[in-house]
């Protein structure tokens, strides 16, 4: 069980969230909604396209946070890595670098930061502990993403060292829910494969393809559960340590896709593509210094957080399939 929340630390903050129309962004804005906060603001990439400075710097100038929850970013699956390696690089190191530097110019109170496990290196001792960051290069085909995200770890550091800056800076697992991206050009696996599924079962295809060989394994973490861990460390956490968010569960691809399908109710055969990447070899994060730091346990079941996501898709196809990028 999670602490409960803290109302003095919500109560007088006026809370900037980039990012809050996405999927994570929008679970964290229901997290929000939970607390007695003093005002949140949502602005969308329309308002401030934060790959700009001087958007940046108006944002900052417009809303005044003191506290700052960095979720924007330009997010895919495999699919999406390979074909848009530069812009997932630079647009995310551009939108990082400038609202933490903005942060310290203006000498926001508090900064968090969104990483991701796409940042460890490809062979990982399993689970990853946090001190394995550095120990390689990332998996190839997500090198690009990972590396510009951890670049915002680095920056941190450095303006916690020579400013004093109160920045932290979160790894969450690989997440899904409701509100994921469905649509196959940046689908993550587990909507990818519901929509295959759904799809088949509904045009009565006898099979699906899936990509790569199902050796791989991945640690999925509910997207409430990653929300409501990333509010908790913004009330609890301020260190310059980086921190993983996952849920202590490793599960082989091979074996998600038999849940999914059996979920889904589709029953023809599954043919795996092994011309396609695999992607990291194996995920799963150590949760122990979340837990200990600021007390966060991934809550949800899978099988009911995988439930609630199908749901949401079936009562959601035209919104989940319409965010190309
Ligand atoms: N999804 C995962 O499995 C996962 C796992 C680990 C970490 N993360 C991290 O969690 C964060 C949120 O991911 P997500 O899955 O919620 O992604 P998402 O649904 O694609 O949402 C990303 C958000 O970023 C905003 N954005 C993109 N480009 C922008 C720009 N140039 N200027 C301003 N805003 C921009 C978008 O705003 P608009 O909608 O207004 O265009 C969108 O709301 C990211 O930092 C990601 O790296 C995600």
């Avoid at 469905?182 to 759904?198: C, R």
């Avoid at 929300?227 to 569960?249: C, H, W």
């Avoid at 991934?298 to 079936?314: I, K, Q, S, V």
Wanted: aromatic residues 8%; proline residues 6%; hydrophobic residues 40%.
């Amino acid at each position: 069980m999670s602490p409960q929340p803290d109302p003095d630390f919500w109560s007088t903050r006026r809370v900037l969230v980039t990012g809050g129309r996405g999927f994570l962004g929008r679970a964290v804005l229901d997290r929000l909604s939970t607390r007695e906060v003093g005002s949140v603001v949502a602005p969308t990439s329309a308002d401030y396209d934060l790959r700009d400075r001087a958007a940046v710097a108006a944002m900052f100038a417009d809303i005044e946070p003191d506290l700052v929850i960095h979720l924007a970013a330009r997010v895919g699956g495999i699919g999406a890595n390979m074909a848009r390696p530069a812009e997932l690089y630079l647009d995310n190191l551009l939108m990082g670098t400038y609202v933490l530097d903005e942060a310290r110019l203006r000498e926001t109170a508090k900064t968090v930061v969104i990483g991701t496990i796409c940042s460890y290196p490809k062979y990982t001792p399993v689970p990853f502990s946090e001190t394995s960051l550095w120990q390689g290069y990332p998996e190839e085909t997500n090198a690009p993403y990972g590396i510009a995200k951890l670049a915002q770890l680095v920056q941190l550091q450095a303006n916690r060292a020579q400013y004093g800056q109160s920045a932290i800076y979160l790894m969450p697992t690989n997440l899904y829910g409701p509100r994921d991206k469905f649509h196959p050009a940046v689908s993550h696996v587990i909507p990818a494969l519901i929509k295959k599924a759904v799809d088949a079962k509904e045009s009565g295809a006898d099979h699906i393809d899936v990509w790569g060989t199902g050796s791989a394994s991945r640690e999925f973490l509910y997207v409430d559960d990653a929300a409501e861990g990333i509010v908790l460390a913004a009330e609890r956490y301020d260190g310059g340590e980086p921190v993983n968010l996952g849920a202590d569960r490793e599960l082989p691809i091979r074996d998600l896709v038999e849940i999914i399908v059996k979920l889904v109710g589709f029953d023809g055969e599954v043919r795996w593509d092994t011309t396609k990447p695999d992607g990291q070899p194996r995920r799963a994060v150590d949760a122990t210094r979340a837990r200990e730091r600021f007390g966060f346990v991934a809550g949800t079941p899978f099988d009911e957080g995988l439930r609630l996501t199908l749901d949401w898709y079936l009562a959601n196809r035209a919104e989940a399939e319409a965010r190309p990028f």
